[in-house]
């Protein structure tokens, strides 16, 4: 069965600090989708990043950074210099054919 | 460039009324569409998703149901809205499976 965990509920640092959000999944397709997105405090989900299953390269984006490493299971999410606006409940997904597992979500909280 | 818009953003309804949310995506032709719920303080559910006009998979047996009368219009209704029935509502589309998952605004439904 295909599932996402999300073993942090909630993280609270002080901006400038370095954050990583973790994430572990299983699913027995050979052929799947990661992916992560942000939710603000509006309720919108907002798309980050998307990844198949055989780019195992790491992907940076300004101050954040994903480390998919598929011996672990584990699609990690890393926010250098963590700004006020990063706050939000960040959500990783796992594509199963056509739809999209979540995990229950890592709220952030960036103390100013 | 393709948008997708629901309505309406917030609702409050008494207990035993119906419900109709719905959901259009603009800019693209036969999209996936997919309704989600995320109750208070609680993680993504997919309710239903569609591959193309008439053809609704439920995922969670409710007193919900989806309709598709047209290729880019999805409909979420509900002859009779229960208290668990309260929660946010996110309509949602992709290109093809295992593309990325776009989301609308989302709608806050409360029912008293």
């Known amino acids: 069965a295909q599932k996402v965990t999300q073993a942090q509920t909630e993280i609270s640092v002080v901006e400038k600090e370095d954050v990583t959000l973790d994430c572990v999944y299983e699913t027995r397709d050979t052929t799947y989708y990661l992916f992560w997105y942000k939710q603000p405090p509006s309720g919108e989900l907002v798309f980050l990043i998307r990844r198949n299953s055989f780019d195992e390269q790491n992907e940076i984006s300004g101050r954040y950074s994903w480390n998919f490493q598929k011996s672990t299971s584990s699609f990690n999410f890393t926010i250098t210099a963590s700004q006020v606006v990063d706050s939000a409940v960040y959500f990783c997904?796992?594509?199963?054919?056509?739809?999209?597992?979540f995990g229950t979500g890592t709220r952030l909280q960036v103390f100013p | 460039s393709q948008t997708i818009h629901q309505w309406p953003a917030t609702l409050v309804q008494p207990v035993g009324s119906p419900l109709s949310l719905e959901c259009t995506v603009e800019?693209?032709?036969?999209?996936?569409l997919y309704w989600y719920r995320q109750a208070a303080g609680r993680g993504l559910q997919l309710l239903f998703y569609s591959v193309g006009i008439g053809q609704i998979s439920s995922e969670v047996p409710q007193n919900l149901s989806a309709s598709r009368p047209q290729d880019r219009q999805f409909i979420l209704s509900s002859k009779k809205l229960l208290l668990s029935d309260s929660g946010f509502y996110l309509c949602?589309?992709?290109?093809?499976?295992?593309?990325?998952?776009?989301f609308g605004e989302g709608s806050w439904l409360t029912v008293v």
């Open positions: 800019g693209t032709s036969n999209p996936n």
């Open positions: 997904a796992l594509i199963n054919t056509d739809k999209l597992i």
């Open positions: 949602a589309w992709s290109m093809t499976s295992g593309n990325t998952i776009y």
